[in-house]
């Protein structure tokens, strides 16, 4: 009876963080819809949706100029800040949980870097592989984010036989050193504007983005998504270690391949559309471990839905805090994640002082 009454109260407080979570995510989209240089009521808002998502609209005779704000401008901008948000912090919880550290990130361990020079080589050498088209962008940069993280793995194996998230973390600093100075060396080598364009796009931003953004990142984070949702077993088997998994059944080096495909996935396309965009998959779903415990079968969800609703929040905050000029929001979210990352660290090393003790 004890344990049938745990359950339920552990189901009820799940059912609420669930409707909570959606429900932060609605309102977040909401703000992001109302707050503009140009006010537009919550019913007109409404209308337009619902007329151009399901042709079910009541209001008669709307100005051309309002359904093209919203519909055109703010709309898709909400959608991929939170395809943005929701795809960064599903990975950093994806590889937090691979690597049994809430240190790791795909910042951290240098995917989002490799990304990032996979997506500025595409855009200033005007680069389009036959047979992508469009998505030449995105799949470069997913390629490239992939080669960084085995790059890292690389290094610290050539360092040492373990995979210590210090030595991995340090890896990934390292990489990500280096493929800063090649970017930097591209951004030199170009023209006055090319140049301004990469380093604005390097700050992160979801601005003067269109739907054609929204469907470039779409189909890779559908699928980067239902690949870690399909293996949050081998997450939650894997917090016990590698060889612990493989005791009990799992196959640890076939997930581990898919989880870091299906995160790597989720981080490129997410840099393609977006830029650089720091510290969402470390701050997010470490907090979301502070409300649903260590099961990957709910941070994996919860994560997904926080961190859309969080980048759509911090897209809001970038275009409002000193409009009419915008700010990046990677600077937003570096202003929100470096204090909490610092916290972690110190955290980190403390309990392992404790430890030792």
């Known amino acids: 009876m004890r344990n049938l009454s745990i359950r339920r109260s552990l189901s009820n407080r799940l059912f609420w963080l669930y409707l909570g979570s959606g429900g932060f995510v609605l309102c977040a989209a909401l703000l992001g819809l109302l707050n503009s240089s140009v006010s537009i009521p919550i019913p007109t808002i409404l209308h337009i949706l619902t007329e151009n ?24 901008r909400v959608l991929l800040a939170m395809f943005v948000g929701a795809s960064l912090a599903l990975a950093g919880a994806a590889f937090q949980g691979l690597l049994r550290n809430p240190l790791a990130d ?101 601005g003067m983005r269109s739907w054609g953004h929204v469907q470039l990142i779409f189909p890779f984070m559908l699928a980067g998504s239902i690949l870690l949702f399909l293996h949050y077993r081998e997450l939650n088997a894997m917090a016990l270690g590698e060889e612990a998994a493989d005791h009990i059944g799992v196959n640890v080096k076939r997930g581990k391949i898919l989880i870091l495909f299906g995160a790597s996935l989720l981080t490129g396309s997410a840099v393609a559309v977006s830029g650089s965009i720091g510290f969402v998959g470390l701050v997010i779903p470490h907090l979301v471990r502070l409300l649903t415990g260590p099961n990957h079968r709910h941070v994996l969800p919860f994560s997904m839905l926080i961190g859309g609703g969080f980048l759509v929040l911090a897209d809001l905050l970038a275009r409002t805090i000193i409009a009419p000029k915008e700010l990046p929001i990677g600077v ?12 972690l660290l110190i955290r980190e090393r403390v309990g392992k002082g404790k430890g030792n003790d």
């Open 106 to 206: 795909p910042y951290t361990i240098g995917v989002s870097s490799g990304a990032a020079l996979g997506a500025v080589a595409v855009l200033f050498f005007n680069i389009t592989i036959i047979g992508l088209g469009n998505y030449t962008l995105p799949v470069v940069a997913i390629v490239s984010g992939l080669l960084c993280l085995l790059l890292v793995f690389g290094l610290v194996r050539l360092s040492s036989r373990g995979l210590a998230i210090e030595t991995i973390i340090l890896a990934g600093i390292i990489i990500s050193a280096f493929i800063s100075s090649i970017i930097s060396l591209i951004i030199a080598l170009g023209d006055k504007e090319a140049m301004t364009q990469i380093i604005y796009w390097l700050y992160g931003s979801v």
């Open 332 to 343: 937003i979210t570096a202003l929100i994640g470096a204090p909490v990352f610092a916290g």
């Open 53 to 76: 998502t399901f042709g079910m609209g009541w209001l008669p005779d709307l100005p051309k100029n309002e359904e093209m704000i919203i519909w055109n401008i703010r709309f898709p």
